[in-house]
């Protein structure tokens, strides 16, 4: 009888401790949960040209409702979403030196599309951050978004073409320097009256890289007060590397 009792309690005692040591390994293997952001999407607005003509891109007022602070950099995205859900690339232009927003922060980021289009509403954006988080939200009924000039320009020494940039003008030419061997010229110009607030201009190869000699590929422009134009070019590029394209994103808006 003694016996008895002795394995009864023995086999308790085993189970209380299998018990614990079960318990620990369960909550070490699930640790403390971890502290996240949550971005929202307060408010998308359309962003007028200075005439108020087109619509070039959309505002976005974010906040972030989670426990830990949103890290944006150069490598959050950002995206325009048709009627259909297809998204249209974007550049999300003031965030290139980064920005952390604390719980219960709030922000305002820019988002230019990154190819000329005319959008049926209604249209969504959507902002990615590098950790994943993201934020979708309408935006208010807009007219047609214009976000960038795109052009192809080929391997062809004295080639020049002019294309209306909504409310500027973008001049390109090609010449050769030396055999086999391009540069891409580019110029802005800015109707009198008005000023560049932002431009980003870019030039991709045939394969849609940056070409692999030119210097600073992708230049951008802030805040222009004068003179009612910019320029520069990107040299050396391989004869090889044409058809270039090059991509433009600008805002111009009336002098005050």
Not at 80 to 104: H, K, Q, R
Not at 156 to 184: C, K, M
Request: negative net charge.
């Amino acid at each position: 009888m003694v016996a008895e009792v002795l394995l009864i309690l023995i086999a308790a005692a085993a189970a209380a401790l299998l018990y614990t040591w079960l318990s620990g390994q369960v909550s070490g293997s699930l640790g403390t949960p971890a502290l996240l952001p949550e971005l929202r999407i307060e408010d998308a607005a359309p962003l007028y040209s200075g005439n108020g003509s087109y619509c070039y891109g959309v505002k976005v007022s974010l906040s972030n409702t989670g426990l830990a602070a949103a890290e944006l950099d150069n490598m959050t995205s950002g995206y325009i979403l048709d009627s259909t859900g297809s998204a249209i690339p974007a550049v999300v232009y003031n965030i290139t030196g980064g920005m952390s927003i604390p719980p219960g922060g709030f922000t305002a980021l820019i988002v230019l599309p990154l190819e000329n289009t005319s959008l049926v509403n209604p249209v969504y954006a959507k902002i990615v951050a590098r950790s994943g988080v993201e934020a979708v939200a309408p935006v208010a009924p807009l007219c047609s978004l214009m976000g960038a000039i795109v052009a192809r320009l080929p391997a062809q020494d004295g080639y020049s073409r002019t294309l209306e940039a909504g409310d500027a003008n973008l001049t390109l030419s090609v010449t050769s320097p030396s055999t086999g061997l391009y540069r891409v010229d580019y110029r802005i110009d800015v109707p009198g009256g008005y000023r560049l607030v932002y431009a980003m201009i870019e030039v991709l190869n045939s394969t849609g890289r940056h070409p692999m000699w030119a210097a600073s590929p992708v230049v951008v422009y802030k805040d222009v007060a004068g003179p009612n134009y910019v320029a520069g070019y990107w040299y050396p590029i391989a004869g090889q590397e044409f058809p270039v394209t090059v991509r433009l994103v600008l805002y111009v808006e009336r002098a005050s």
